[in-house]
């Protein structure tokens, strides 16, 4: 390799080298020590940038260390690669989108080749081969069988852009989350899973979740919104129909003024009067055009129309009027409120923008009770008022309480729990996706493909765009499998989180054609020990992920109740995008010094952005590489901030890294040979002198912080600790060559592996040279992980800071038991600064046992 750090050649020498022997290829069948880790399974749309890099580095460098300690590992890989963003490209590109996911397929595994990451490659698969979707197909068959798939006509979210269903969690601010569209609401017969079956055991089992981030579990925890109060029912004067109600405060009942039903209510145009009916009519067709969102913007003028129908107060009589506005979705509760205006702010709003009464029921703090008087909703809880019997009974839990009992007793409402969470639709009017398989039947209903006949694959015929299987007779003109008549095959797909619902169980035994996975061996090695993904998918991937493993459960195929053990969810790198008014976004590479369009010299606006191809601001891995190498690259990634935190790619940062390489490189090729002439590096503590204790109190120390480091996946002061450690080394060599002191060959050489074996799992390309180098002959992998030796972290000797006013000013050099005492640490270190102090007067001293003193003058 010659004596300079020739990262391309040692690089092409060790890159296939784990593969080739099989390092991240376990043996399933022993599961003592085992560690199932996981990275969430990558969209392959296009070439990988260094963002990608970070999910893929961190996962490659815990599982190294994992191996040398001794754990049996399984790392899997594969694509989630139906769905949207491949159709999407497929038809920018004019191609067929298998042509261009296998591709990108392709592509990713080149990009993982040069990143040195590897996994057990023997369980690959992606969600766009029918050996994978066959069992798609079979699960919501089983599903279909226990009434936890159903088909159902209702408003669903329509994205143009897209030609298709949007689930609620993927509209994203009133806007498609794939191609930013405005989302609208269409009338559509589809399919659902019934997720709000599991609502409750989702929620509570979050208290299993011990290793899984807060933040994840709080949003999970507020988009199933569990709600507990009662069902109401309002009978329609002079109609024979009810209008129900879900409130969770059924004790403000006596303040309903008005009635709201949400546009869409299938009783409004039953209960709409004539003349109040081409109004509502008008206005119904206005709200189609809103998006959920807009409409609970609290900030909005309120908007409606009254229906000119009424209906009666259970509880006292009471005609109300009905209306219909904008802000009461269909799509949470029963799609109709009582309007409390005493007590809700937009049910106040609304009130006084339609001249509607106003009832206090609750009094304030101050016992005003005048509704006249009132310039907001009272949400408080006092005591009851103008609530016949119940005046005076504590509002809050006790009223809630006592109203709901009131209700029940006679028939008029019924105590229940609500919940926010909707049931998932899976839907999809596009082509690259799982077909559902199912049969429309004009005699026989709806019924499944026989199992045999599975899977139902997609048709190979010319992409045909947007305009999905519906438009292709060949795939949906079929006989039905019950009485052979004439029948239509469905033409949805299914949505693509239900590919990702469920993978990490097929891994186990991918290549299996007779059953969806090993249920036996999916039981002792499930749940995953580590998952690791981005924060995004808090709620969609996560979530569906939880349901379907419970339903797995519920089929008899599996015996745990979560899928994942532990969450990580790493960070966004991002950077610099520029564009330009007249050429849009600038690729970041182009733009040079001042911010200038390099078309047309104008200046350019500039925002700090996750990289993506459409802002044009990523950085390709491999310029990276071709100029640094593939180690730095890795190393730069890890180091540059908290896996956790969002941060910016900095190529400043990927100098200093290549820095510290070199640095490494050129003591081990420069003590190489003096370090192997010596068999033997056993370190003993008693007989090493001051200069070589200091070398190996800061190894231990740097071998135990690394290792807790690696646990909590800090990795980026796992590297700092590395780079200080080198730091170190080179300060001991210096000091060796200037004579001040006799090399200590065996201490060297032991340091110097120590930091090769802490390092190679963020560098592995170099720490398999080194190591050889270092005169040791097997791989780096076969080796166990350095342990502290324990009796060198403690010192016999500590460095206090002097400081005045918090500003460094010296420094004591004192015994480990002085360290601890503050009275003398005071006096010594005033013996020191004294002269310093110029004679201003001494307000206080801190004093930090084992670190500083603090004098505050």
């Given at each position: 390799m010659?004596?300079?750090y020739d990262f391309?050649?040692i690089e092409?020498?060790?890159?296939?080298y784990w593969?080739?022997?099989?390092?991240?290829?376990?043996?399933?069948?022993?599961?003592?020590?085992?560690?199932?880790?996981l990275n969430?399974f990558?969209?392959?749309?296009?070439?990988?940038?260094v963002?990608h890099?970070?999910n893929?580095?961190i996962?490659?460098?815990?599982?190294?260390?994992l191996?040398?300690?001794?754990?049996?590992?399984?790392?899997p890989?594969?694509y989630d690669?139906f769905?949207l963003p491949a159709?999407?490209?497929?038809?920018?590109r004019?191609i067929h989108?298998?042509?261009?996911?296998y591709?990108n397929?392709?592509?990713f595994?080149k990009?993982?080749?040069?990143?040195?990451?590897?996994f057990?490659?023997?369980r690959?698969?992606?969600t766009?081969?029918?050996?994978y979707y066959?069992?798609n197909q079979?699960l919501?068959?089983?599903l279909?069988?226990k009434?936890l798939a159903?088909r159902?006509a209702s408003?669903?979210?329509w994205?143009?852009?897209c030609?298709?269903?949007?689930?609620n969690?993927?509209v994203?601010?009133?806007?498609?989350?794939?191609c930013?569209s405005?989302?609208?609401k269409k009338n559509?017969?589809?399919?659902?899973?019934?997720?709000?079956?599991?609502a409750?055991?989702?929620?509570?089992d979050?208290?299993?979740?011990?290793h899984?981030p807060e933040r994840v579990k709080?949003?999970?925890?507020?988009w199933?919104g569990?709600?507990?109060?009662?069902?109401?029912?309002?009978?329609?004067?002079?109609l024979?129909?009810?209008?129900e109600?879900?409130t969770?405060?059924?004790?403000t009942?006596?303040g309903?003024t008005?009635?709201v039903?949400?546009?869409e209510?299938?009783l409004v145009e039953k209960?709409t009067?004539?003349?109040?009916l081409?109004e509502?009519q008008?206005?119904?067709k206005?709200?189609?055009?809103?998006?959920?969102?807009?409409?609970?913007?609290t900030e909005?003028?309120?908007?409606?129309?009254?229906?000119g129908a009424?209906c009666?107060?259970p509880v006292?009589?009471?005609?109300?009027p009905i209306?219909i506005?904008?802000?009461v979705?269909m799509?949470?509760g029963?799609?109709?409120?009582?309007?409390?205006?005493g007590h809700?702010q937009?049910d106040f709003?609304?009130?006084?923008a339609?001249q509607l009464?106003?009832?206090?029921?609750?009094?304030?703090?101050?016992?005003?009770?005048?509704?006249?008087?009132?310039?907001v909703?009272f949400?408080?809880?006092?005591?009851?008022?103008?609530?016949?019997?119940?005046?005076?009974?504590?509002a809050?839990?006790?009223s809630?309480?006592k109203?709901i009992?009131f209700?029940q007793?006679?028939?008029?409402g019924?105590?229940e729990v609500?919940?926010r969470?909707r049931?998932?639709l899976?839907?999809r009017?596009?082509?690259w996706?799982?077909p559902i398989?199912m049969?429309?039947?004009?005699a026989?209903?709806v019924?499944?493909?026989?199992?045999?006949?599975?899977?139902?694959q997609?048709?190979d015929?010319?992409f045909l765009g947007k305009?999905g299987?519906?438009?292709?007779?060949e795939f949906?003109?079929?006989?039905c499998?019950?009485?052979?008549?004439?029948a239509r095959?469905d033409t949805?797909?299914?949505d693509t989180?239900?590919d990702?619902?469920?993978y990490?169980m097929?891994?186990?035994?991918s290549?299996?054609?007779?059953?969806?996975f090993?249920?036996?061996?999916?039981?002792r090695?499930?749940p995953v020990?580590?998952y690791?993904?981005?924060i995004?998918h808090a709620?969609?991937?996560?979530?569906?992920?939880r349901?379907?493993?419970?339903?797995v459960?519920?089929?008899g195929?599996?015996?745990?109740d979560?899928?994942?053990?532990?969450?990580?969810t790493?960070?966004?790198?991002?950077h610099?995008?520029?564009r330009?008014?007249e050429?849009?976004?600038i690729?970041?590479?182009e733009?040079a010094?001042?911010?200038?369009?390099?078309?047309?010299?104008?200046?350019l606006a500039?925002?700090?952005a996750?990289m993506?191809k459409?802002?044009?601001?990523t950085?390709a891995p491999?310029?990276?590489i071709n100029?640094?190498?593939?180690d730095?690259e890795?190393?730069?990634t890890?180091?540059?901030g908290?896996?956790?935190k969002?941060?910016?790619?900095n190529?400043?940062?990927?100098r200093?890294?290549?820095?510290f390489?070199n640095?490494?490189?050129n003591i081990?090729?420069?003590y190489?040979?003096?370090v192997n002439a010596t068999a033997?590096?056993?370190?003993?503590?008693?007989s090493?002198?001051k200069?070589?204790?200091?070398?190996w109190?800061?190894a231990?120390e740097?071998?135990?912080?690394v290792?807790?480091?690696?646990?909590?996946f800090?990795?980026n002061t796992?590297v700092?600790?590395c780079?200080?450690?080198?730091?170190e080394?080179s300060?001991?060599?210096?000091d060796?060559?200037?004579?001040?002191?006799?090399?200590?060959?065996?201490?060297?050489k032991?340091v110097?592996?120590?930091?090769t074996?802490?390092?190679?799992?963020m560098?592995p390309?170099i720490a398999e040279?080194?190591?050889?180098?270092l005169?040791?002959?097997?791989?780096v992998l076969k080796?166990?992980?350095?342990?502290?030796d324990q009796?060198?972290?403690k010192?016999d000797?500590?460095?206090?800071?002097?400081?005045?006013n918090?500003k460094?000013r010296?420094?004591l050099?004192?015994?480990?038991d002085?360290?601890?005492?503050?009275?003398?640490l005071?006096?010594?270190?005033m013996?020191?600064?004294?002269?310093?102090l110029?004679g201003k007067?001494l307000r206080?001293?801190?004093?930090?046992p084992?670190?500083?003193?603090?004098?505050?003058?």
């Amino acid at each position: 390799m010659g004596h300079s750090y020739d990262f391309r050649a040692i690089e092409e020498k060790w890159r296939d080298y784990w593969q080739e022997n099989k390092f991240f290829e376990p043996d399933l069948d022993a599961t003592s020590n085992k560690m199932y880790y996981l990275n969430m399974f990558p969209y392959p749309s296009g070439e990988m940038h260094v963002g990608h890099g970070r999910n893929w580095l961190i996962g490659d460098a815990y599982s190294r260390y994992l191996l040398m300690n001794g754990h049996n590992v399984l790392n899997p890989m594969g694509y989630d690669a139906f769905g949207l963003p491949a159709e999407n490209a497929a038809i920018d590109r004019g191609i067929h989108p298998k042509k261009w996911t296998y591709t990108n397929i392709e592509s990713f595994r080149k990009q993982f080749r040069q990143w040195g990451v590897v996994f057990d490659w023997r369980r690959e698969l992606a969600t766009c081969d029918p050996a994978y979707y066959k069992w798609n197909q079979w699960l919501f068959i089983q599903l279909f069988h226990k009434k936890l798939a159903y088909r159902q006509a209702s408003q669903v979210n329509w994205c143009p852009g897209c030609d298709t269903v949007l689930a609620n969690e993927q509209v994203v601010d009133g806007q498609c989350e794939r191609c930013n569209s405005d989302v609208t609401k269409k009338n559509l017969t589809q399919w659902f899973f019934k997720i709000t079956q599991y609502a409750q055991e989702l929620l509570d089992d979050l208290d299993k979740l011990e290793h899984w981030p807060e933040r994840v579990k709080t949003m999970q925890q507020n988009w199933i919104g569990r709600s507990e109060g009662a069902r109401v029912n309002f009978p329609i004067d002079g109609l024979d129909e009810s209008i129900e109600v879900f409130t969770t405060r059924p004790d403000t009942i006596f303040g309903v003024t008005f009635m709201v039903l949400a546009p869409e209510h299938p009783l409004v145009e039953k209960l709409t009067t004539k003349e109040q009916l081409a109004e509502v009519q008008a206005y119904v067709k206005e709200v189609s055009a809103e998006s959920d969102i807009q409409r609970q913007q609290t900030e909005r003028e309120k908007t409606g129309k009254f229906t000119g129908a009424y209906c009666v107060n259970p509880v006292n009589d009471e005609k109300i009027p009905i209306w219909i506005a904008d802000y009461v979705l269909m799509g949470y509760g029963t799609g109709a409120i009582m309007a409390v205006p005493g007590h809700d702010q937009r049910d106040f709003e609304f009130a006084r923008a339609f001249q509607l009464p106003v009832i206090a029921v609750i009094a304030t703090e101050d016992q005003t009770t005048n509704p006249e008087d009132m310039t907001v909703a009272f949400p408080g809880d006092v005591v009851m008022i103008n609530s016949s019997q119940f005046n005076g009974l504590a509002a809050g839990k006790e009223s809630i309480s006592k109203f709901i009992q009131f209700l029940q007793e006679r028939g008029l409402g019924k105590g229940e729990v609500n919940f926010r969470l909707r049931d998932w639709l899976i839907s999809r009017q596009r082509y690259w996706g799982t077909p559902i398989p199912m049969i429309h039947c004009e005699a026989c209903g709806v019924v499944p493909v026989p199992e045999a006949d599975l899977p139902v694959q997609l048709p190979d015929v010319e992409f045909l765009g947007k305009k999905g299987l519906a438009e292709i007779p060949e795939f949906y003109e079929v006989n039905c499998p019950k009485c052979n008549a004439a029948a239509r095959r469905d033409t949805d797909t299914m949505d693509t989180f239900v590919d990702s619902s469920w993978y990490f169980m097929r891994y186990i035994s991918s290549q299996d054609n007779e059953k969806i996975f090993d249920s036996e061996m999916v039981n002792r090695w499930l749940p995953v020990d580590q998952y690791v993904g981005g924060i995004e998918h808090a709620i969609l991937h996560l979530l569906y992920a939880r349901f379907i493993t419970k339903a797995v459960r519920d089929l008899g195929l599996i015996n745990f109740d979560e899928p994942f053990k532990r969450l990580f969810t790493q960070g966004m790198i991002t950077h610099q995008a520029f564009r330009c008014k007249e050429h849009g976004w600038i690729p970041s590479h182009e733009v040079a010094d001042g911010n200038a369009c390099p078309h047309c010299g104008n200046k350019l606006a500039s925002e700090l952005a996750k990289m993506s191809k459409s802002k044009k601001n990523t950085v390709a891995p491999t310029d990276i590489i071709n100029k640094y190498g593939t180690d730095t690259e890795r190393l730069y990634t890890l180091f540059m901030g908290p896996p956790e935190k969002e941060i910016e790619w900095n190529d400043e940062g990927i100098r200093g890294g290549h820095r510290f390489l070199n640095r490494v490189w050129n003591i081990v090729q420069k003590y190489k040979d003096v370090v192997n002439a010596t068999a033997d590096t056993t370190i003993d503590l008693e007989s090493l002198n001051k200069r070589d204790k200091q070398l190996w109190h800061l190894a231990n120390e740097k071998i135990d912080s690394v290792t807790r480091d690696f646990l909590k996946f800090h990795f980026n002061t796992a590297v700092a600790a590395c780079m200080e450690l080198s730091n170190e080394l080179s300060d001991y060599c210096t000091d060796c060559e200037r004579g001040n002191h006799k090399l200590n060959a065996p201490l060297l050489k032991k340091v110097l592996e120590n930091l090769t074996l802490l390092q190679s799992p963020m560098t592995p390309f170099i720490a398999e040279e080194l190591w050889r180098l270092l005169g040791n002959d097997s791989a780096v992998l076969k080796q166990k992980w350095p342990q502290a030796d324990q009796s060198a972290l403690k010192r016999d000797e500590i460095t206090i800071v002097i400081q005045v006013n918090g500003k460094l000013r010296d420094q004591l050099v004192v015994p480990t038991d002085v360290a601890r005492d503050k009275a003398t640490l005071e006096n010594m270190a005033m013996q020191k600064i004294k002269d310093r102090l110029g004679g201003k007067s001494l307000r206080k001293v801190i004093v930090v046992p084992g670190r500083l003193v603090n004098f505050v003058v």
